[in-house]
């Protein structure tokens, strides 16, 4: 099946431990990016990568970490920086092409919780 | 990207249309007005997007006024299913290439 992939669904933390969040796609898009959700609020973007080697940093990135070395996966790295951790982070991809023309496509979401 | 406003909460009886509105009366030209959805603990989901014109696919209808400052998406026959936070998000950031801005939504319940 094609789609996005995210693991783990649950992962704890602790205090000063750096973890990686796994997000694989299988769609062939060049886009990818990642949110966090805490409850009852939308979605922030962390980070955002429209080609491989290449990413941006969204609206909250202080504290995280990506890398995009192929297309296909796009990690993100909670890093001991970052505070208040403890949230539900969503990946998303999109084929980016024209203005409008484009969706995001998200994964299941991996809940982060700090130990 | 324009600012949206949208109902905290919305109930519908099952069977019946859903009418979910959305304001945006500081869009701009190039911006689109997009919907997407988020069942409690899944990632959201894409549901209908248009600039100008009223678009309709197989999951509902986006129903857009002249002036383009509010817009109704509509989920023709509601089910228990459809219970779920819609977004509506409006944006020319590439469609999303450089991410979309997500409010806190309208939580939709389906009334059996």
């Known amino acids: 099946d094609g789609g996005i992939t995210q693991s783990p669904k649950y992962l704890f933390r602790k205090e000063g431990q750096n973890v990686t969040l796994s997000c694989e796609q299988n769609l062939n898009h060049d886009a990818m990016y990642w949110y966090r959700q805490d409850p009852g609020q939308g979605l922030r973007l962390i980070y955002y990568s429209q080609i491989v080697n290449d990413f941006q940093k969204g609206d909250i990135a202080e504290g995280y970490s990506v890398s995009r070395e192929k297309k296909e996966s796009f990690p993100l790295t909670v890093t001991s920086a970052q505070k208040n951790p403890t949230a539900f982070y969503l990946c998303a991809s999109s084929i980016n092409r024209l203005a409008g023309k484009e969706t995001q496509y998200f994964g299941p979401g991996t809940r982060l919780l700090v130990l | 990207d324009a600012k949206t406003t949208q109902p905290t909460s919305m109930d519908c009886a099952e069977g019946r249309a859903a009418n979910l509105p959305c304001n945006h009366s500081?869009?701009?030209?190039?911006?689109?007005v997009y919907w997407y959805r988020q069942i409690h603990s899944q990632g959201p989901q894409y549901i209908i997007h248009?600039?100008?014109n009223n678009e309709t696919n197989e999951m509902a209808s986006l129903i857009i006024t002249e002036d383009r400052k509010s817009s109704t998406l509509i989920l023709p026959h509601a089910t228990l299913r459809d219970t779920a936070v819609y977004y509506c998000?409006?944006?020319?950031?590439?469609?999303?290439?450089?991410?979309?801005?997500f409010g806190k939504g309208t939580h939709l319940i389906i009334q059996p």
């Open positions: 998000i409006v944006s020319n950031r590439g469609g999303g290439a450089d991410g979309l801005t």
């Open positions: 500081t869009i701009s030209g190039n911006e689109y």
């Open positions: 248009g600039l100008k």
